[in-house]
């Protein structure tokens, strides 16, 4: 089985392999450079959907035998308390079915929002204030706000496996 990730990004791509042979033999797992065709740092949940499903789609184009694609998307979303943070994943097949999950989150401290207000996305913003590098590349944000309870990596796999339910339990999806 061939599953392809719309990302070259480690802490996409480990934990899509995780979930996939946890149920799955013979899996491989592919990590592809595509374009989200969506802002660099989404703002809204709506704008994280659109990202991971551009992604999924392309990835699905590039590697044609892949049996599925992923797509990863991180971004914001402002709600009534604050400015929450989580990852939307999609999960596509080679018919178009898709199933969708998201990682858990987290409200965003006032700094943080405000360097992303003045421009900067959320790792430049995270890089910035606990004087890390690349920190999307590692445990992200997650890690750094939780002191490694909760790394970037183990909340994708949370969103990965919870989009994987459309497709673990197919008939109840179908209408």
Not at 81 to 94: A, P
């Amino acid at each position: 089985m061939i599953i392809v990730v719309g990302s070259t990004n480690k802490t996409k791509i480990n934990p899509v392999k995780e979930v996939f042979k946890y149920h799955f033999k013979n899996v491989k797992v592919i990590g592809v450079n595509v374009n989200s065709l969506v802002e660099d740092q989404p703002l809204s949940d709506e704008e994280m959907f659109k990202g991971a499903f551009n992604r999924a789609k392309a990835a699905l184009k590039k590697i044609k035998n892949a049996n599925f694609a992923v797509g990863i998307e991180g971004g914001l979303h402002k709600y009534s308390y604050g400015w929450f943070e989580r990852s939307l994943v999609v999960i596509m097949d080679k018919k178009g079915n898709y199933g969708i999950g998201s990682s858990g989150g987290l409200a965003l401290p006032k700094k943080v929002i405000d360097r992303i207000n003045k421009g900067a996305n959320l790792e430049q913003a995270i890089d910035e204030i606990f004087a890390t590098k690349k920190i999307g590349e590692g445990i992200g944000m997650f890690g750094i706000m939780t002191k490694g309870v909760v790394t970037r990596a183990e909340g994708v796999k949370h969103g990965v496996a919870f989009a994987l339910a459309r497709f673990l339990h197919s008939k109840v999806y179908e209408d």
